[in-house]
C-alpha cells in the first residue's frame, strides 16, 4: 500500500523539478477549457433570450399616450387569446433590471423611461401555429398601436440559432477537451522523459508500478485542475472586461448576450474537467513499458 | 540460498547471454563472478533480482522460483535482495537521505524511523555526516559508498553488485570491497560481479566464471598472476 503522504511528496517533487513544463501544461489545458466554456456563457445568455411557453407569441409596442387597457381588451375579445399582460415603462425596466443586474445600473442615470409601454399576448395551445402573427397582423392598424410584431417566427429562428450555437460549443469544445487530453499526455511524456532514470532506479528498488505511476497521476490531476481553474479566472475577467465595456458604451443587442455568467454547476464543472483530463492523459501516456 | 538449475537466457534467436547454468550459491557465502566483457556477468546478475526472466531453467532465490513470479510480486521480491550498481543508480534530485529512504517512505515509515536507518546505515559506510547532500556534491566513492547503504537499508539477505569498482580507483575499491566484507560478516549473502582480477585475488574467495555465457567454478589462487588468471581462468573445483 503506497502512502498517501509519499504520492503527494513526489508529486510535488516532479512538478518543482520541471517547473516550466508544468506551467506549459497548464497553460494549454487552461486554454484548450476555455474556448469551450466561451461558447457555454454565449449560449447560456443566448438561451435566456430563446422562446418558451412563456415567451408572448405577440408584443403590441404602444404610443405612450395611448389607452393600453381599451387596446388589452380588444385583444381579449379574441377567443385564440390565452393572456394578455400589460408591461409599463417602468416595469420593463425593472424586468430588465432584474435579468440583467450588471447592466441595469447603466441606465439609472436616464431621464427618460427606455422602454416604451408595450403588451404581451399569449396564445391558447389550440390556436395553432401563425395565430400569434394573425393577431398582430390585426392590431397594427388600431389607433395607439406603434408596433405590432409576432415573436413566433423570430423565436422559432432564434431557437435554432441557439441550438446551433450550443452544438457548435458541445463540438468545439469536445475536440478541444481532447486536446487538452493529448496536451497533458505529452506534458507527461515529457516528465517521464525528465525522470525516465529515476523511474528505471525507483523500479530496481522495488518500487511498485502504483508508487510509480500514482505521483504521476496526481502531478497531471493538478495540472487539469490548475488549467480548468485559470481556465475560469480567464473567462470570468473576460465577462467582467465585456460588462465593463457594455457599461460604458451600451449596445442594444450586444447588451442582451452578455447579461449573466455561468452557474455556480458549471463553474464547478471546469476546473474537475480539467482534473479529469489531466489524469486521462496521464493515465494513457503512462503504461508498464514508460 | 541461490540456485540456478539449466538457466538460459537468449535474447532473440542468436544471441545466447546464458547457456546451460547450473550452479549453487550458499546462505553467508562471498562469491566473485567474473569473466570478460559480454560473458553474461551482468544478465546473470539481472536474473537474479528478476530485472529480466530467465529463457528456460529454474531460478530459487531463497526457496522460491522467481523466474515465475507474477509482475505484481516482483517489486516485494526486490526489497528483499540489495543491490549496488556500477553507475550507482543515485536519483540526483533526491538527497543521500532521501535516496536511502526510498523505499520505507514508499511504504510510509516514520519520518523518524527513516532517519534511524539512514542514518544507522551511512554510519556504516562511514558517511553519516552527508545525509543532507545530493549526490553531485559527492565523489564517486562516497557515491558508491550511498549506493550500497541503500542496498543494505532493508537488511536483505543477499547483495548483489555490478562492477561496483568499475568506475574507482584502487584505493576506492579496497573500501568498497572492505564493506562488502563487513556486510557479508553479518550475515549478508554477497555477490560481487567484477573483471578486476588483482581484486579477486587478493580477497581469496570463491569465484564463478562465466565464459560466453557458459559457467565454471573456478579456485583462484591468492599468489596467481594476473596474466595466469586470463589464461587459465576457468579450473575446475576439486
Given at each position: 500500500m503506497v502512502k498517501p503522504r509519499y504520492i503527494f511528496g513526489e508529486a510535488w517533487s516532479i512538478a518543482r523539478s520541471g517547473a516550466r513544463q508544468t506551467l506549459l501544461a497548464i497553460g494549454l489545458i487552461a486554454l484548450s477549457l476555455y474556448v469551450p466554456a466561451l461558447f457555454a456563457l454565449l449560449s447560456k445568455n443566448l438561451g435566456r433570450l430563446s422562446t418558451d411557453a412563456?415567451?408572448?407569441a405577440a408584443v403590441i409596442t404602444l404610443d405612450p399616450a395611448a389607452d393600453g387597457r381599451g387596446i388589452a381588451r380588444r385583444l381579449a375579445d379574441?377567443?385564440?387569446?390565452?393572456e394578455i399582460r400589460i408591461v409599463s415603462s417602468d416595469a420593463a425596466l425593472a424586468r430588465f433590471r432584474r435579468a440583467y443586474p450588471e447592466l441595469g445600473a447603466a441606465l439609472g442615470d436616464l431621464k427618460e423611461a427606455p422602454f416604451p409601454p408595450t403588451i404581451e399576448v399569449r396564445m391558447r395551445p389550440s390556436a395553432g401555429p401563425g395565430a400569434g402573427t394573425a393577431v398582430a397582423a390585426a392590431a397594427?392598424?388600431?389607433?395607439?398601436?406603434?408596433i405590432a410584431e409576432s415573436e413566433e417566427e423570430i423565436g422559432r429562428r432564434f431557437s435554432d440559432g441557439v441550438r446551433i450555437v450550443r452544438a457548435a460549443g458541445l463540438a468545439l469544445g469536445g475536440v478541444l477537451v481532447l486536446a487538452a487530453i493529448l496536451s497533458v499526455a505529452s506534458a507527461i511524456r515529457l516528465a517521464l522523459d525528465l525522470h525516465r532514470d529515476e523511474i528505471e532506479i525507483m523500479r530496481l528498488m522495488g518500487a511498485t508500478e502504483t508508487a510509480v505511476r500514482a505521483p504521476f497521476w496526481l502531478h497531471a490531476t493538478g495540472e487539469g485542475l490548475a488549467g480548468g481553474a485559470l481556465a475560469l479566472v480567464l473567462l470570468y475577467a473576460t465577462y467582467r472586461l465585456g460588462l465593463n465595456y457594455l457599461a460604458r458604451s451600451p449596445h442594444p443587442v450586444l447588451s442582451m448576450f452578455w447579461g449573466s455568467f455561468l452557474d455556480w454547476r458549471a463553474v464547478t464543472l471546469m476546473p474537475l474537467i480539467g482534473a479529469a483530463a489531466g489524469l486521462f492523459g496521464s493515465m494513457i501516456s503512462l503504461t508498464r513499458r514508460t | 540460498m541461490i540456485q540456478l538449475f539449466r538457466v538460459s537466457k537468449e535474447?532473440?534467436?542468436?544471441?545466447?547471454?546464458?547457456?546451460d547454468v547450473t550452479c549453487t550459491i550458499e546462505r553467508g557465502e562471498f562469491v566473485f563472478l567474473t569473466g570478460p566483457s559480454g560473458a553474461g556477468k551482468s544478465t546473470f546478475l539481472k536474473l537474479l533480482f528478476r530485472d529480466e526472466p530467465p529463457t528456460s531453467g529454474q531460478i530459487l532465490v531463497n526457496g522460491r522460483n522467481i523466474g515465475v513470479l507474477p509482475p505484481s510480486q516482483i517489486p516485494y521480491f526486490r526489497r528483499s535482495v540489495g543491490v549496488v550498481f556500477q553507475d550507482f543508480k543515485l536519483i540526483r534530485r533526491k538527497s543521500v537521505f532521501e535516496n536511502i529512504a526510498f523505499v520505507q517512505n514508499v511504504l510510509g515509515l516514520s519520518r523518524a524511523e527513516q532517519k534511524r536507518r539512514a542514518y544507522q546505515v551511512l554510519k556504516r559506510v562511514g558517511?553519516?555526516?552527508?545525509?543532507?547532500?545530493?549526490?553531485?556534491?559527492?565523489?564517486g566513492g562516497e557515491q558508491q559508498r550511498v549506493a550500497i547503504a541503500r542496498a543494505i537499508v532493508n537488511e536483505p539477505t543477499l547483495l548483489l553488485a555490478d562492477?561496483?569498482?568499475?568506475?574507482?580507483d584502487p584505493v576506492l575499491s579496497e573500501e568498497i570491497m572492505r564493506l562488502f566484507l563487513e556486510i557479508n560478516i553479518r550475515g549478508t549473502t554477497v555477490l560481487v560481479a567484477t573483471h578486476d582480477f588483482d581484486l579477486i585475488r587478493r580477497m581469496g574467495k570463491r569465484v564463478l566464471s562465466l565464459d560466453r555465457g557458459r559457467l565454471r567454478d573456478a579456485p583462484l589462487r591468492r599468489d596467481a598472476s594476473p596474466t595466469a588468471v586470463r589464461e587459465a581462468p576457468f579450473l575446475p573445483l576439486g
Open positions: 412563456e415567451t408572448p379574441d377567443s385564440r387569446v390565452r397594427r392598424s388600431w389607433p395607439g398601436v406603434e | 535474447y532473440g534467436r542468436f544471441r545466447h547471454a546464458l547457456a558517511l553519516h555526516h552527508q545525509m543532507n547532500a545530493y549526490p553531485d556534491e559527492l565523489s562492477e561496483p569498482t568499475g568506475n574507482l
